[in-house]
């Protein structure tokens, strides 16, 4: 393709709204445009890598026996109700009614209507195993839309799920797809680690992400060095430090219950200045709004709760904090002095408390604490469970070395359902015996927009992207200097078409511009060959550079065409 016929929009300066790399770049690039708040046209070389990426994944599906097909994304709203996510999923999904009143949505995620076609066409245990894909637009309102591409309101998704007749079943399509997934992001040129996630309002026994580490990643990742252990903050298991060092704290003597007036101290900082302790040697209570429900969840004085972790346990739809009109009813006490003596509500206690001895927490009254309180003794819990969030150093739940913390982007997920929509909307199959059985479901997701993002994430540097050649809109670019030298174009020409004939994708930069613009311009969209034809093509020798190497080399035309043939064919998968 000739650059001078080209739609290529690229700018000089980072626009302001772009916070991260792939965001600028992209824009930066011509890639992409917004047109509203989380919502961005990709323009011909962004929409070219798209495609590519989506070819990746094509095959790889393929590869394991996936189907492809499409589904509407205008959905009625009857297949969300009887999975009980049309509640769920809350503001986050674009409702609408058409003419007659009827409830509709557009598609965030296709469990339920892929479960539907299932069940309304395949009913023997011959048509199993199965899995169907699709690459289609969903649609989710983001509260926060931000970052371009990585979180919007629309964006491209590979959506698969996988039809078994018992978990086994499942097991063998879940690897598959894991193996597919390890093959797809290795084809991308990503660097990703393999986590445990919440599985969130998917639902189902377990899931894992894909994920690449970045420092302006939204999700977090707890990994272990020393084992291989690596989860999602919201997953992260946590030991009791007294279970990692092995301390029996049942033999420490119970101190009297004392209580104490703290009339300026309230946030666990200023306790500890006041008590003159570690703020380990306190428990915060938190008051909570859970459904319709008010209730307590006890974390030591230095943990973080994990809302994520709470959620799951208590099976809600909502959890939020609970004002402070709400905890100054429930524990007579201004926020800042709540405590779990005297409380007519549930009191969900993180697994740490248990082992805690003579700690300190809210007397309940405005002003006051209580020191030496011991679970059992003055209190009872409802429940003990892991509610808190891990962090670095934290001991990990394999093999008890310190653990590390880090920011990552997830690039896919995948999900072991089981029979949670298969049974609510009767997805069924007869066994030999004519038996009928609820099919046993996969679900797996790659977000492409986010993918394509995530690669510019891992590779850029300060000119501009690297793309890997497997998903690089061009695979080289040809820049004569000077375009009115007609053996300099010459050149180029034969250098174009040389490598057009071996199927080699090639832009040539026919424009009446200065050499250095179409350098920086190269650069910025990131080809990953650049062959430049200048002074000396007269003697038949251009120069030919790799985009992610400072080196320039002089070779012979012929040469730099078979170079560059290589290297497409090398390394493009």
């Avoid at 792939?22 to 890639?31: E, I, N, P, T, V």
């Avoid at 309101?153 to 097991?171: P, W």
């Avoid at 004519?434 to 679900?443: A, D, L, N, T």
């Avoid at 080289?476 to 000077?482: G, K, L, M, R, S």
Wanted: charged share 30%; glycine share 8%.
């Amino acid at each position: 393709m000739r650059v001078s016929q080209m739609f290529i929009p690229t700018l000089r300066e980072v626009p302001a709204e772009a916070e991260i790399a792939s965001h600028q770049l992209m824009l930066r690039a011509g890639l992409i445009r917004k047109t509203a708040s989380g919502i961005y046209a990709f323009l011909p070389l962004g929409y070219r890598t798209l495609r590519k990426i989506e070819q990746i994944i094509r095959e790889e599906m393929d590869r394991i026996g996936a189907q492809e097909l499409i589904m509407p994304a205008l959905l009625p709203a009857e297949v969300y109700q009887f999975s009980g996510r049309w509640e769920i999923f809350g503001p986050e999904m674009f409702r609408l009614k058409d003419r007659s009143g009827r409830d509709f949505c557009l598609g965030p995620t296709h469990e339920e209507v892929f479960a539907e076609t299932v069940r309304n066409e395949i009913c023997s245990y011959r048509s199993l195993p199965m899995i169907l894909y699709q690459i289609q637009e969903k649609y989710r309102d983001e509260i926060r839309p931000r970052f371009g591409v990585m979180r919007s309101r629309e964006f491209v998704m590979k959506d698969a799920y996988s039809f078994d007749r018992n978990e086994e079943g499942l097991d063998i399509s879940y690897g598959k797809m894991r193996e597919a997934y390890e093959r797809i992001f290795k084809r991308c040129g990503l660097d990703y680690i393999v986590v445990d996630a919440d599985s969130g309002v998917m639902g189902g026994s377990g899931s894992q992400e894909f994920m690449i580490k970045s420092e302006t990643g939204e999700e977090e990742i707890v990994f272990c060095e020393s084992c291989g252990y690596a989860a999602n903050i919201e997953k992260a298991q946590c030991v009791p430090d007294v279970y990692r060092s092995g301390e029996d704290t049942s033999s420490i003597e119970e101190l009297p219950l004392e209580k104490v007036a703290t009339p300026d101290a309230r946030t666990i900082e200023e306790l500890v200045e006041f008590f003159g302790c570690s703020s380990k040697e306190f428990a915060k209570t938190l008051i909570y709004q859970a459904d319709d429900k008010i209730i307590a969840a006890m974390v030591r004085g230095d943990r973080e709760l994990n809302q994520t972790k709470l959620q799951n346990h208590l099976g809600c739809t909502e959890l939020s904090m609970a004002d402070p009109e709400t905890v100054k009813r429930i524990t007579g006490a201004e926020v800042g002095f709540a405590g779990p003596m005297g409380l007519n509500i549930d009191i969900l206690v993180d697994t740490e408390i248990a082992g805690m001895r003579n700690f300190v927490v809210g007397a309940n009254e405005t002003g006051y604490h209580f020191k030496n309180v011991n679970m059992g003794r003055d209190f009872k819990a409802t429940d003990i469970a892991d509610i808190r969030k891990a962090k670095e150093g934290d001991g990990c739940p394999i093999c008890s070395n310190p653990v590390k913390v880090s920011r990552g982007i997830e690039i896919g997920h995948i999900f072991k359902l089981g029979t949670k929509y298969t049974k609510a909307l009767n997805c069924i199959y007869l066994d030999e015996s004519g038996k009928e059985h609820p099919m046993v479901m996969g679900s797996y997701g790659i977000g492409i927009n986010r993918l394509m993002a995530a690669i510019i994430e891992q590779n850029n540097d300060e000119n501009g992207i690297l793309w890997p050649v497997s998903v690089a809109p061009y695979h080289v670019i040809i820049i004569p200097v000077n375009t009115t030298n007609p053996v300099q174009m010459e050149v180029a020409e034969r250098i174009y078409y040389g490598l057009c004939s071996a199927g080699v994708e090639v832009m040539l930069d026919d424009r009446d511009e200065r050499a250095g613009v179409k350098f920086k311009d190269a650069d910025l969209i990131g080809i990953p060959i650049r062959i430049t034809v200048g002074k000396k093509a007269g003697e038949g020798i251009v120069e030919y550079k790799l985009r992610k190497s400072a080196q320039i080399r002089e070779l012979k035309v012929d040469d730099a065409i078979n170079e560059a043939k290589q290297e497409v064919i090398g390394t493009a998968f």
